[in-house]
């Protein structure tokens, strides 16, 4: 099996991507958006607005109309199943490792700190550093969800 899982469309925003050699940063900034959040886009994980469609096109070079067809207003995606588990490319793969190991340890430290809950997916953002580090430079990768408490006596 191939991975990700793209559509032709999709393809084609990676290739002219590849081809204007923009960075998913300079495609945020085209945006109004951050980094992590166009990548999404483009990987069909996020819905745009259709602001962000137009200016993508431009940025892209890819007919509005395209973009509009496969990710306009009837566009909801449909998150997560990009992948087989666990990953085979080493870089998900350690963010599965990551949650095998550290999983239950991060679960915990969270309900000590906030009580009976879950940190949102939803009212999330993530962003990615680099950390320049004489032993090697250093991948520092920050989730920021907002924590929602399970209700009582429903």
């Not at 393809?11 to 204007?20: N, P, S």
């Amino acid at each position: 099996m191939t991975e990700p899982k793209l559509t032709s469309l999709q393809t084609r925003m990676f290739q002219a991507k590849a081809k204007l050699k923009l960075s998913f940063e300079q495609i945020g900034e085209k945006l109004g958006c951050d980094e992590i959040y166009a990548a999404a886009i483009f990987y069909g994980q996020a819905k745009p607005s259709d602001e962000e469609l137009k200016k993508l096109s431009e940025v892209l070079n890819v007919p509005t109309q395209h973009l509009m067809e496969e990710m306009g207003a009837h566009f909801f995606p449909t998150r997560g199943g990009l992948m087989s588990l666990p990953p085979q490319d080493p870089t998900l793969y350690r963010f599965f490792e990551i949650m095998q190991v550290f999983g239950y340890p991060l679960k915990a430290v969270i309900h000590e700190k906030f009580g009976d809950g879950i940190m949102s997916a939803i009212d999330f953002k993530a962003h990615v550093d680099k950390v320049e580090d004489p032993k090697g430079d250093r991948v520092k990768i920050t989730l920021d969800g907002k924590f929602l408490p399970y209700k009582k006596g429903w």
